[in-house]
């Protein structure tokens, strides 16, 4: 079965500091999907960015981008320029094509002032 | 913009109550799915479904049904609540052509089942 695997189950940030949340998967499919969500507190967790994997070049939204290292099964968020704002939970997601998204655990990011 | 709206976002029922979570979306989307949400657990897939009146079993299916009526409605039900079954429950949409695409989220209903 595939897996999902955030080892940092929380983490911390200055502002307008930089930070990287780790994400790794376990699959044996050559192509699929990866993603980060944003859950702020007492709100509707949101897509932060996607992934395809036979994309090579990392995404990028903004102050957020990726390092997706395809052999390693590695997908880490990072997010640039820290701001209050980015204080959430933050999943880390997978799914090879048709079925379901497989979820990490998460990791609570802190912002401090 | 696309909205998924859980008609409760705090719920209290009693051991053996038969409990209904209600979910609506409004973009005319195929798929919709339920999560159970536990801290540490991250999020668990309970039921979804591709189309109207399908649905499949997710991970952990077992004291939840499911029905899909209408294409915009999923609804949960709780057949007989227990306390092990306080938790968040997250409501999701997604257009096709994959189940894998983005999906979008509701607020989330909080039940406490005393």
């Known amino acids: 079965a595939q897996t999902v695997t955030q080892s940092q189950p929380e983490m911390s940030v200055q502002e307008a500091e930089t930070v990287t949340l780790s994400c790794t998967y376990d699959t044996s499919e050559s192509d699929y999907y990866l993603f980060w969500y944003k859950q702020p507190p007492s709100r509707q967790m949101i897509l932060v960015i996607r992934?395809?994997?036979?994309?090579?070049q990392n995404a990028t939204e903004n102050r957020f981008s990726v390092n997706f290292q395809k052999a390693a099964k590695s997908f880490s968020l990072k997010i640039s320029d820290s701001q209050l704002g980015d204080a959430a939970m933050y999943f880390c997601?997978?799914?090879?094509?048709?079925?379901?998204?497989?979820f990490g655990k998460g990791t609570r990011l802190s912002v401090i002032a | 913009d696309v909205k998924v709206t859980q008609s409760s976002r705090y719920l209290v029922k009693r051991t053996g109550e038969k409990v209904f979570l209600e979910c609506v979306q409004d973009m005319d989307h195929e798929n919709m799915f339920w999560y159970r949400q536990d801290p540490g657990l991250g999020l668990r897939l309970i039921y979804f479904s591709y189309d109207v009146k399908m649905k499949e079993k997710g991970d952990i299916p077992e004291g939840y049904s499911v029905s899909r009526e209408k294409k915009e409605r999923f609804s949960l039900i709780l057949e007989s609540a227990s306390t092990n079954q306080t938790s968040m429950y997250l409501c999701a949409s997604s257009p096709q052509p994959s189940i894998s695409f983005i999906q979008y989220f509701g607020a989330g209903t909080r039940l406490s089942v005393l």
């Open positions: 997601a997978y799914s090879p094509g048709n079925t379901p998204l497989v």
């Open positions: 992934q395809e994997a036979y994309k090579q």
